[in-house]
């Protein structure tokens, strides 16, 4: 363990070396609630190379509360896209809405509030509200967590074990407590890495337990069980009409993009029918199937991994000749840039980028 009289002096060597080394991130020079939450949300599961310039987007078309709770879901959507994990976008949005009708547009500044708000959870509310208003709740998200394991080892992993050890040195912190979860956050990011830490450059090497065991490997935090990802057969359906406008749909109770724009898929055992998932898809009157003409057939066409499915999927390539949907209906023919536009899977620029290679769409 460290020692209760070392705390402060290793602590200060810790929050020396991310004054000195910390990124210059677009969401670090900020102490707006609001922004500091989309920045939290967005690197849930996402890489921080991606999330930079998708942020600095986000916040320009929306930044504040009430822009984004005013905001058409789809255009919002249009914004995360490539970020993935569209729930999240969505209960930013319902956030925005909540704190917009209960808290006058102003994010709530106490923990049991900041909880009630939809995808909030301990560690975003952690990390909000300390960055934000200098609350001390500790921050314990993976990269804490390894950084506690190292610093402490040997120790029984457990969420309370390592909660308990993350208050204890945010309760003998010197400086705000935000810039403290930042520094612990960062030197996990940065220096103790999982698989071989860079001690030779961390801070904190000299009271850490891991080195002094002289352990090289090892997160010493168990990744858990993780689930074999499931293999999966999708048919994609791209449907143009004469004026090669392809055909959308919006579903909610589909199992993948639910509430999206999407092109209609099946996912089907391997052996089933393609036709079959699309006349079961997409059930339009018969003399309007068959107006439908197969133009081609891209087998195992695409790869895709979504959430813990494994996808390998066949494309599609279909044209029909007058089909009217009613304007109510959640599926029609639009153009392609509006197609770019309002599907904003990453999945789509996979199927697009094959059909215009082919077809020049």
Same mark, same amino acid.
């Given at each position: 363990?460290?020692?209760?009289?070392?705390?402060?002096?290793?602590?200060?060597?810790?929050?020396?070396?991310?004054?000195?080394?910390?990124?210059?991130?677009?969401?670090?020079?900020?102490?707006?609630?609001?922004?500091?939450?989309?920045?939290?949300?967005?690197?849930?599961?996402?890489?921080?190379s991606?999330?930079e310039?998708?942020?600095?987007?986000?916040?320009?078309?929306?930044?504040?509360?009430?822009?984004?709770?005013?905001?058409?879901?789809?255009?919002?959507?249009?914004?995360?896209?490539g970020?993935?994990?569209?729930?999240?976008?969505?209960?930013?949005q319902?956030?925005?809405?909540?704190?917009?009708?209960?808290?006058?547009?102003?994010?709530?500044?106490?923990?049991?509030?900041?909880?009630?708000?939809?995808?909030?959870?301990?560690?975003?509310?952690?990390?909000?509200?300390?960055?934000?208003?200098?609350?001390? $709740?500790?921050?314990?998200?993976?990269?804490?967590?390894?950084?506690?394991?190292?610093?402490?080892?040997?120790?029984?992993?457990?969420?309370?074990?390592?909660?308990?050890?993350?208050?204890?040195?945010?309760?003998?912190r010197?400086?705000?407590?935000?810039f403290?979860?930042?520094?612990?956050?960062?030197?996990?990011?940065?220096?103790?890495?999982?698989?071989?830490?860079?001690?030779?450059?961390?801070?904190?090497?000299?009271?850490?337990?891991?080195?002094?065991?002289?352990?090289?490997?090892?997160?010493?935090?168990?990744?858990?069980?993780?689930?074999?990802?499931?293999?999966?057969?999708?048919?994609?359906?791209?449907?143009?009409?004469?004026?090669?406008?392809?055909?959308?749909?919006?579903?909610?109770?589909?199992?993948?993009?639910?509430?999206?724009?999407?092109?209609?898929?099946?996912?089907?055992?391997?052996?089933?029918?393609?036709?079959?998932?699309?006349?079961?898809?997409?059930?339009?009157?018969?003399?309007?199937?068959?107006?439908?003409?197969?133009?081609?057939?891209?087998?195992?066409?695409?790869? $895709?991994?979504?959430?813990?499915?494994?996808?390998?999927g066949?494309?599609?390539?279909?044209?029909c000749?007058?089909?009217?949907?009613?304007?109510?209906?959640?599926?029609?023919?639009?153009?392609?840039?509006?197609?770019?536009?309002?599907?904003?899977?990453?999945?789509?620029?996979?199927?697009?980028?094959?059909?215009?290679?082919?077809?020049?769409i």
């Amino acid at each position: 363990m460290i020692q209760s009289g070392l705390r402060k002096k290793n602590l200060f060597l810790l929050y020396e070396w991310f004054f000195s080394h910390r990124r210059n991130l677009p969401f670090r020079n900020t102490k707006d609630p609001y922004r500091i939450w989309v920045s939290e949300v967005m690197l849930q599961q996402t890489r921080m190379s991606v999330v930079e310039n998708k942020y600095i987007n986000f916040i320009q078309r929306f930044p504040d509360l009430k822009s984004l709770s005013m905001a058409d879901e789809d255009e919002v959507l249009t914004y995360w896209k490539g970020l993935g994990y569209y729930s999240r976008c969505r209960n930013l949005q319902k956030g925005a809405k909540q704190i917009q009708k209960q808290y006058g547009g102003h994010f709530p500044s106490e923990w049991s509030d900041a909880l009630k708000i939809p995808g909030i959870g301990e560690y975003t509310a952690s990390a909000v509200l300390s960055i934000a208003f200098n609350r001390p $709740h500790a921050v314990l998200d993976g990269n804490v967590r390894r950084v506690l394991s190292r610093l402490y080892y040997p120790l029984e992993d457990s969420s309370a074990v390592l909660r308990n050890l993350a208050e204890d040195l945010m309760s003998v912190r010197t400086v705000d407590a935000g810039f403290h979860n930042e520094s612990l956050m960062e030197l996990g990011s940065l220096v103790c890495k999982p698989g071989i830490p860079d001690c030779k450059n961390c801070p904190l090497s000299g009271c850490c337990n891991l080195k002094k065991h002289g352990s090289r490997l090892g997160t010493l935090v168990p990744p858990g069980k993780k689930s074999s990802p499931l293999d999966i057969r999708m048919h994609l359906y791209i449907v143009h009409d004469k004026k090669k406008r392809i055909l959308i749909e919006k579903k909610k109770d589909r199992k993948f993009f639910k509430n999206m724009w999407f092109f209609p898929y099946a996912v089907c055992e391997e052996t089933q029918s393609g036709m079959k998932g699309f006349e079961k898809e997409l059930p339009i009157p018969e003399e309007i199937l068959a107006d439908i003409r197969m133009k081609h057939v891209f087998e195992n066409s695409f790869r $895709h991994h979504i959430t813990h499915h494994r996808i390998k999927g066949n494309l599609y390539w279909m044209q029909c000749g007058s089909v009217k949907f009613k304007p109510q209906d959640s599926v029609y023919f639009a153009d392609l840039q509006e197609v770019k536009k309002l599907v904003v899977s990453s999945l789509s620029e996979k199927v697009l980028k094959i059909l215009d290679s082919n077809f020049n769409i």
